[in-house]
DNA sequence: CATGAATGAGGCTTCATTCAT
DNA sequence: TATGAATGAAGCCTCATTCAT
């Protein structure tokens, strides 16, 4: 009945408690599920009724429209997946030197992004699909990104430039090509073929490596 | 009358010509930009019908069902997206030296692909879209790229790995991490920051140097 | 709000009470007065509703497609059509000597047929027509048939046969013949030529006599 | 490919030569197969087309309206169902005593509506559902009824009825006797039930013994 | 004369949303 | 607060009919 905790936690923006009715928190959880398999588009709020166990009007109650609902579901999404740049103690880990290379804040970074994805594939499936079609969700994604995530991820990176560990690029490039290596394990992992045997550890450190001998010049 | 002449080719899959009547271009034409726009699921067959300029009957003249125009726009998508693989002189040139390394070979790839990308966008578009709902798009892609590409790609990978160029890997991740690169760049280039300034040369570039050097132990 | 009590008192199956809402009532109304004056398949939906007085969507809430109201009005009638040898004492009668011949059987079963008919014309039109166009009503109708009419007709006919006051035909074409006769009035009286002036009294007696003599060997 | 001769036979009305280009006799032969099948209203043009082997706009070249369609398949049925009492040869030789009774009389009528209702049993079904609902084809009916029919039957039982063979019942319930009893029959066996095992010659006679003794007063 | 692409009205059905209970 | 019947706009699709070829 209270198993929702990791839908509160998750819906959690800035540590505020988060207020869900038993009814709200089953409508939330269909509406993911649904929004993940069949698209935000294709899903009808009678079916998230019915799989949440509500009326149809139950829904209404609590979300003013659909696209409402989806905005709950996405906004504290767009959060989380910057989230752990946004972390203090993640970021001031790093500046404090707990990480000693820029690797290991790499394979941090990947074991902390493939337990999210793991855990709320649906959701990054929503995500990344409504992203594409409502430029107001983009727009949100882009400002958090940017306002929260660009410039710490730019420190850190120039930090270890200067370290001389890793290649003189613009850290635009550095980033993107670390996010696109890491969100390209991942897809394929969870969502391009999932069905496939994967062994998650050996890959995961492929990859870093991958990505530590791209970055590098020695 | 005149102008469809890349919707002919792009429609094409095995040389055949296609016939296309001046109707049925503007429908495709109108559906590749509004499912690109807004989603297959939510564009409707008489915004499709209005914005081609004919009567949304003439629509299902053409296509039975607006899966089926969806289809006819996904369809050869499938097998162009991974059109320089079935080209068998792209193949064979590698192996008959015309590509030195595996870094010229992967430098025609992305060239050839930053190409079709930037003339075939909205069709890219529609086709990552629309593959994470539809799992028959999802199975004709795999089955294509399992038949077409993957021992292609292997046989070219082994053969540079022979040559002592790149690393040891398994031809999976190498492929993967290859592909991923590549579509990491167009996707961002593209897609999510097509708004932002791009030094297109120069990123391409900066992009293979670090495939390579991740791809390569000196 | 009232006045559907026949409508209830039709749709009752199995003794069951029929709950029926207003609106469900008004939508069966028209939708029986259209399909008995033009055909189910010359019947728009959009009609139903409008001389219902509803929505269009309110049908499809109560009925999910157009096949299913035909279906909620002809399945009970099936039975109805067929009632008087659903009812016990009906044929407990017949043998505990209450219709000391088959002659008052036949005059109670026309009496009753001719009420039935008369109260519900809509109805019969409906079943009659569409009868030869979905296969599904048919072989409903000829299970309640042989499940219900059959053993009993058959054992009402052995019976007077083996009081000789009928002939000794095969019971079955007794029973067509009967059925036949029975129905062919009906009909006549009431769908082929119901504008003619008829003085039913009279005219059912000489159906009477007239069945009576075909099955009479004096 | 002129294997059509029963079509024009059937078409013509008053001995004049029916003209029916190839065309439009497929169209007409699908035209019944398909609205015997389904119906006229559910039955579509483009079926018929189909089913005809002929494009959609060739029906409209022949027949102005879907309804004209049906009228043209109808209208000359209309008269052949009443055909054996126009035909002169046949009335005439009722009148010159060639039938030494009504019974002979009926046998006749009775095997000759057997063979037109075996040959063509498509145009009874289509006949017999669209008088219910198009009043024009009704009263078209009733009208050759009427004038060609009725007045003749009706003369026929009068002579019998002097002759003292048959009953002193109203023409009209005389006639609508032998009509139910007849039609009841071929109902029955060619629409009812035509799967059950029919014995047609004893059938059909022991139907005839009931008619006359139904009709008769011994 | 025949064709079949094109039409647009209308068919059945689904949907998000409202509101009386 | 929750319900679910009711709505009517809109969705996909079919249809009879027209008309240029």
């Known amino acids: 009945m209270n198993d929702q905790q990791w839908l509160k936690e998750l819906l959690k923006v800035n540590d505020e408690e988060v207020k869900l009715s038993d009814k709200q928190a089953k409508i939330l959880e269909a509406a993911i599920e649904m929004f993940a398999e069949k698209g935000y ?3 009808s709020t009678s079916e998230i009724a019915k799989r949440a166990g509500v009326a149809e009007g139950t829904i209404f109650r609590h979300y ?3 696209k409402d609902l989806l905005l709950a579901i996405v906004t504290p999404t767009v959060t989380k ?3 752990p740049f946004l972390a203090k103690e993640f970021v001031k880990e790093v500046f404090e030197n707990q990480y000693k290379s820029y690797e290991d804040f ?3 970074l990947m074991k902390n992004r493939y337990e999210f994805v793991k855990k709320h594939l649906p ?3 929503i995500f990344w699909q409504e992203l594409a079609f409502h430029s107001d969700i983009k727009e ?3 400002a958090v990104f940017i306002e929260n995530v660009y410039e710490k991820f730019k420190r850190i990176i120039e930090y270890f430039q200067t370290k001389g560990e890793i290649v003189e690029l613009p850290p ?3 980033i993107r090509m670390t996010v696109t290596t890491i969100a390209g394990f991942l897809l394929t992992r969870f969502i391009i073929l999932p069905d496939q045997e994967w ?3 050996s890959e995961m450190e492929r990859t870093i490596q991958f990505l530590m001998h791209g970055l590098t010049r020695k």
């Open 199 to 201: 062994d998650d550890e």
């Open 106 to 108: 790499i394979r941090a």
């Open 64 to 66: 003013k429209t659909k």
């Open 123 to 125: 959701l990054i499936r």
């Open 140 to 142: 949100q994604f882009q």
């Open 81 to 83: 997946v910057v989230a």
């Open 172 to 174: 635009t490039t550095v």
């Open 41 to 43: 588009a294709a899903t």
